[in-house]
């Protein structure tokens, strides 16, 4: 099994900034790639961003392009998420999210269906 445990959620002002974290555990290491994705009242959970297995690849959500950014600390087992020029918009409940993908090191998922574990979320308000 995997467990994910995400933090850095909390409250900030418009413009301002959060830093992200999900600490994995469990049967999980360098070959799962590893995904952010949110969900805001009312609204389908959608894509943020996710790195590959290799840490080669990453793909950022057009909504989020040139504000956040994801990296990966293998020794740490986790991945961040550096949310920068925050906006209302941005406000909603962040979830962590891993597969295996030992055998496509490089590639990018980005669809919901396509992770198998989840955290439980974290909350992200940004007040205008």
């Known amino acids: 099994q995997v467990q994910l445990v995400e933090s850095g959620g909390g409250l900030v002002q418009a413009g301002g900034s959060l830093r992200l974290s999900c600490a994995a555990s469990?049967?999980?290491?360098?070959?799962?790639?590893m995904g952010w994705f949110r969900q805001a009242p009312g609204k389908e959970r959608e894509f943020v961003s996710a790195?590959?297995?290799?840490?080669?690849?990453?793909h950022v959500a057009d909504s989020v392009k040139g504000r956040f950014t994801i990296s990966r600390d293998y020794a740490k087992n986790t991945v961040y998420l550096q949310m920068n020029r925050l906006k209302p918009e941005d406000t909603a409940v962040y979830y962590c999210?891993?597969?295996?993908?030992?055998?496509?090191?490089?590639?990018?998922?980005?669809?919901?269906?396509?992770?198998?574990?989840w955290g439980q979320g974290t909350q992200v308000t940004v007040s205008s």
């Open positions: 999210a891993t597969r295996d993908s030992r055998d496509n090191p490089w590639r990018v998922y980005t669809r919901t269906p396509e992770y198998d574990y």
């Open positions: 469990g049967r999980t290491g360098s070959g799962y790639v």
């Open positions: 790195i590959s297995s290799s840490g080669s690849g990453t």
